[in-house]
């Protein structure tokens, strides 16, 4: 019975190292200040979407990056980030004004997930009681999100985005060199002790 829950827990820890080092982290760092966001990040298309940089455009005091001093804004509307190649998760730290949604769709263009914000506001000075800035919104789908939509308020200057993070859909070889190696560990039984 131990050996059973063991390979499990092998089997469990293999597949969560295989997609975490499949996963990227954009931290908007070297872009300028103002940049409307575009095609400038490798294989993601970005739509509605800003860079601010902390001490100049950011009001950093109720909008404090979750890392280094850049991160995305809203602007005119919700930002839309459609994925060059599918995503199997896709996250990020989010600073808010209004209560935000993270709708995820497939390459069909079908609603595959949703999930909102915690809180109706989260800034760091003035957000609501028990919240902080920065809180992690994710969303995964293991058939592929190929565009993410993220709205707060309908004019954008409504939230700040730092750190989006995704994880590629996993490749069929990858579980492939996995299983023939778990098949093997679930009929070899060790010998019982006399």
């Known amino acids: 019975m131990h050996y059973r829950l063991a390979l499990t827990l092998a089997f469990v820890l293999l597949l969560g190292a295989t997609t975490r080092a499949n996963a990227t982290t954009v931290d908007f ?48 509307g919700p930002i839309s980030i459609a994925f060059a190649v599918p995503v199997a998760s896709v996250g990020g730290a989010f600073t808010y004004t209004t209560q935000l949604t993270l709708t995820g769709f497939d390459g069909a263009d079908q609603l595959i997930g949703q999930t909102s914000s915690l809180f109706s506001n989260n800034l760091a000075l003035s957000g609501a009681v028990g919240s902080s800035p920065n809180e992690w919104l994710q969303i995964a789908f293991a058939g592929g999100i190929s565009r993410l939509v993220i709205s707060g308020d309908a004019a954008g200057g409504s939230f700040t985005l730092d750190d989006l993070t995704f994880a590629n859909v996993p490749e069929p070889g990858t579980l492939g060199l996995l299983l ?12 019982a002790r006399r």
């Open 180 to 191: 023939p190696g778990l098949a093997v560990l679930s009929v070899w039984r060790p010998r």
């Open 29 to 76: 760092e070297g872009l300028p200040d103002g940049a409307v966001l575009t095609t400038q990040v490798p294989g993601l298309t970005f739509s509605n979407t800003i860079v601010l940089s902390a001490g100049l455009s950011l009001n950093d005091f109720e909008f404090p990056p979750h890392s280094g001093v850049n991160v995305a804004s809203d602007a005119g």
